[in-house]
């Protein structure tokens, strides 16, 4: 529709505007006026004055109410505007429309937007709509973007104003198409939709590992007290047309460390760790190799980034305006301990430092009573909000279970056993145990044959084994030290932790919106399919941008909702059983667990899906949304590094797990007739499996029987659907650093992906049944009515939920209350409380087979109280408690 006066409207109130041009005396040509869909944020600006010569004013979009609106298509050619003498007030405006050309966004994919390279800004002439007044905001199309903007309060229908636009932003469709997923066994051919890994990145891979085992210990860190590398001890220079030569440095051991310790360094600007040698003491020289800088990261440092203000900057980012400052290296302290009786050189023994578990190895020739020092970091110098908390020390006093613990050789996460006596459980485990033996998965990057898509591979190793790292590097930045993870690691509620998480994912790792963001364009009838074409086009830097959602054909604006339903459809379609990849686990229809036989129902691609899901799962933690899908407990132990146990194999099968208990109490396994193999069922056919090679001819015995169980955890845990995990994991990890997981636990990390259920506890008592000793009386014995007080009245929906999967395995309520809750066998098994005395068990019992709580019948409210709050705290700690 055309007009010939600029005071008329288009359609749905959308007001044209004129293009003013200061600096030209000519009148500007007609411009065609096209009304795009809208997909970006949105917001509102205002004039605050009528000055002719006032600045432009960009403000930042507040959210939509909303996120559909209602949009029709107007067009309007508009005449020349004559110059004026005397210009309008001149109003602010934000976009309602990212502005692209007609037909750019035409097709499903992922398109990364930013501002680099556009062109100036635009200034347009438009007429208040008469009906408008001021405060009201009214849109404009301006140029091929629709913008709002809001009535100034000395304004009125009818008067005309300058706005200002700011410049289109570039579009970059991801046009390499969806990354190619690596093989990370040379010479494997792949499959599943796996490649196998070319000549050139094998060799990478090499070299990598090899560098990785040259730096050893090395990393950044120390403080400004650092000794002072002495000078390079190479007299021979760098030549400036070949590639530097690595250097060496002479450096001084600072008093009080013992060989085995570590001490920080300064080489040029560049802090590092430093073990000390077995054969060196305090005051004796030592020559280091630092590892080289490469190019990029020297010439980093002498580049200054400046920032410009995004007129659709999101409104989350209006309350933090300025980025962080860069992190500082942590102030470090020196601590002196006596080593306790019992522990001989080079052992290890565990300590409080400031609620922080510490592990300590003896040094060579120090002996029990003797002192030793070590340095822990306790905070970082930019943080002037509060004083850095004062470290205290005591020895540790957890029993009987797995705890983590920083090592001060090297700064690194690592798990002990706590023995009965509080400390930590030195015995040499030589042969698997059902109650003390844990395994850790072992995740190793390798790079892939897209730069995009890295590689990896996952083995299981010794809980106390393994290590993880305590600090977060980002941008070459240090940007989340130990001290704060270690203060994380003290936050008592679930909440706060959460929160402290959040935080660091928005203010530290996400990047700027005016920086850049990524738009998902989706057809809903082609969801999964244009889902996963996007998320496996983009890098890992591409996770940590703001995403905007848009299904074509549906006209709508992503303030959080549309993403909201991507996550929770992508997720709900992709755990579907009938899609192949997953099965409900046989103890509990909630929680789900990866289906061995994938590759039989997606034989081309079945490993894509699961790289997908993971970096899904990873970008919905990193954001803060929710997913669809419970997940088995051990799968939420595998993602966080957590030990995995023997009763592990409880939940996915509590029949097999059962069975295999039971064989501990046979007095002569040859009368089993077992041997060394498992039989899969694949689609009605029998498959069978070698637990170790030549499993077959090898029979289970008294003496082997200890190696049966563990190739069964191993193989049940891990290397049935090793390929899967592998993938499912280096997805996560595309998005989430790995320390900032450290503070949760499993439960936990169900919690913050699933979300924290609202559970109907009349609904929950109205389908509770009650057996053992409760059975005449139900609801109405009295330990039963004080369970359900304590439950309501004193559990917060945290703890409730938390009870639910201490009893039934997950934390998931089925859609139609606990009147459907499904046992292992696919029927209705509702909530049951047993009834037992207390001398066959002084806590409560959990059947996650039968969704069974076993209760002693307690004499008081408080005893009850009690016993209940430490079963459910401890189930995710694998202590000990019968």
């Known amino acids: 529709m055309g007009s010939s006066s600029s005071t008329n409207r288009g359609s749905a109130g959308r007001y044209p505007a004129s293009r003013n041009r200061r600096s030209s005396a000519h009148s ?18 205002t004039a605050p004055s009528h000055n002719p010569h006032h600045q432009q004013h960009h403000s930042s979009p507040p959210a939509m109410a909303a996120d559909h609106r209602r949009a029709a298509s107007a067009a309007a050619s508009i005449p ?114 796996a490649v196998a890994m070319s000549e050139s990145v094998v060799r990478e891979n090499e070299a990598l590992v090899q560098q990785q085992l040259r730096i050893g210990s090395s990393g950044t860190g120390g403080d400004d007290n650092d000794p002072p590398a002495q000078g390079p001890s190479s007299d021979t220079p760098a030549s400036s047309s070949e590639a530097p030569q690595p250097t060496t440095y002479m450096v001084t051991v600072p008093p009080g460390i013992s060989p085995g310790m570590q001490f920080a360094v300064e080489v040029e600007g560049q802090r590092m760790m430093v073990t000390c040698p077995a054969n060196v003491q305090a005051g004796m020289n030592l020559r280091i190799l630092p590892p080289q800088q ?43 301990v006596v080593v306790p009786p019992g522990i001989m050189p080079n052992q290890s023994f ?50 009987d279970g797995w705890a983590r613990t920083i090592r001060v050789t090297d700064m690194k996460f690592q798990w002990v056993r706590m023995n009965e006596e509080g400390e930590i459980d030195l015995k040499s485990v030589k042969r698997f145990d059902v109650k003390h033996s844990a395994y850790t998965r072992r ?36 940007v989340v030290g130990y001290s704060e993870i270690a203060v994380a690691h003290q936050r008592g509620s679930y909440d706060e932790k959460a929160e402290w998480f959040q935080e660091i994912c928005r203010e530290r790792l996400r990047t700027k919106w005016s920086d850049g963001h990524m738009r998902i364009l989706i057809r809903r009838e082609h969801l999964l399919h244009d889902s996963m074409e996007s998320v496996m086009s983009l890098s890992r830097l591409d996770f940590h941008k703001i995403w905007r959602f848009e299904f074509m054909g549906e006209i709508g604006i992503d303030a959080g909702g549309l993403a909201r339903e991507w996550f929770q459809l992508v997720t709900e379609e992709i755990f579907n059983p009938d899609m192949g990849l997953w099965l409900p686990s046989a103890s509990n229809q909630m929680a789900m667990r990866i289906n061995p036989a994938s590759e039989i ?24 949304q929710l997913v669809a899908g419970h997940m088995v407990r051990h799968l939420y132990k595998h993602i966080l590094g957590w030990p995995v146990m023997f009763e592990d194999l409880e939940i996915p099968d ?16 040859e009368d089993m007739c077992l041997d060394f193999t498992f039989t899969e069922n694949d689609l009605g056919e029998n498959r069978m499996v070698d637990l170790m090679d030549g499993g077959e001819d090898v029979p289970v015995t008294n003496d082997n029987l200890p190696e049966f169980l563990e190739a069964n955890l191993k193989y049940h845990l891990m290397d049935r659907v090793k390929p899967q995990l592998t993938e499912l994991l280096l997805g996560f990890y595309d998005v989430i650093p790995e320390p900032l997981l450290t503070i949760f636990d499993f439960q936990e990390l169900e919690l913050l992906m699933c979300g924290i259920p609202v559970i109907d506890i009349d609904d929950w008592m109205a389908n509770t049944v009650y057996q053992g000793r409760f059975e005449r009386q139900g609801k109405n014995a009295v330990t039963c009515r004080w369970f359900w007080e304590v439950v309501r009245d004193e ?63 307690y004499s008081s409210k408080d005893e009850l109280r009690e016993k209940l709050k430490v079963a459910v705290a401890t189930s995710a700690t694998g202590f000990d408690i019968e």
């Open 80 to 193: 020349p505007v004559p110059p004026r003498t005397s210009l309008p007030p001149t109003a602010s405006v934000n976009q309602s429309v990212t502005g692209n050309a007609p037909g750019t966004l035409s097709r499903p994919g992922a398109y990364s937007i930013s501002r680099e390279g556009a062109g100036p800004t635009q200034v347009f002439r438009v007429q208040i709509p008469f009906e408008v007044r001021p405060g009201q905001e009214f849109q404009v199309i301006a140029g091929s973007r629709t913008v709002r903007v809001r009535c100034p309060a000395e304004s009125r229908g009818g008067h005309f104003l300058q706005i200002t636009v700011p410049p289109e932003p570039v579009v970059r469709p991801n046009v390499q198409g969806m990354a190619v997923l690596t093989c990370a066994v040379p010479g494997n051919a792949g499959g599943g939709g």
């Open 443 to 478: 995740l190793t990057f390798l790079e892939g044959n897209d730069p995009r898509m890295r590689t990896g591979t996952l083995s299981f190793g010794a809980a106390n084994e393994s290590s993880a790292d305590s600090s977060i590097e980002h941008n070459g930045q240090v």
């Open 294 to 336: 490469t190019p990029n990261q020297s010439a980093s440092r002498d580049l200054s980034t400046a920032r410009g203000t995004s007129l659709d900057r999101p409104p989350e980012e209006r309350r933090s305006l300025s980025a962080p400052n860069p992190a500082s290296p942590p102030l470090m302290q020196m601590f002196e």
């Open 601 to 624: 129902s997606c034989p081309e691609d079945h490993l894509i899906y699961f790289r997908f899901l993971g970096r899904v799962l990873g970008k919905a933690l990193f954001d803060g």
């Open 28 to 45: 500007a040509p007609p411009v065609s006026y096209q009304q795009q869909q809208r997909t970006g944020g949105s917001g509102l600006a």
């Open 795 to 857: 559990f917060d929906q945290e703890t409730r939920a938390r009870l639910l999967q201490f009893v039934t395995g997950t934390s998931g309520v089925p859609s139609r209350g606990f009147s459907v809750l499904q046992g292992n066998d696919g029927s209705i098994r509702q909530f049951c409380i047993n009834g037992i005395k207390k001398e066959h068990s002084l806590y409560p019992r959990s059947h996650t087979c039968f969704n069974r709580i076993d209760l002693p019948m």
């Open 350 to 399: 565990s300590l409080l430092a400031n609620g922080q578990r510490v592990l300590v190895t003896c040094p060579p020739n120090v002996h029990p009573g003797q002192k030793v020092r070590f340095q822990l970091p306790i905070g970082n110098p930019n943080d002037k909000t509060k004083d850095a908390p004062a470290i205290q020390l005591e020895y540790e006093s957890i029993k």
């Open 654 to 669: 509590e029949g097999y797990y059962n069975s295999l208990k039971s064989l501990l109490e046979v007095d002569d396994m």
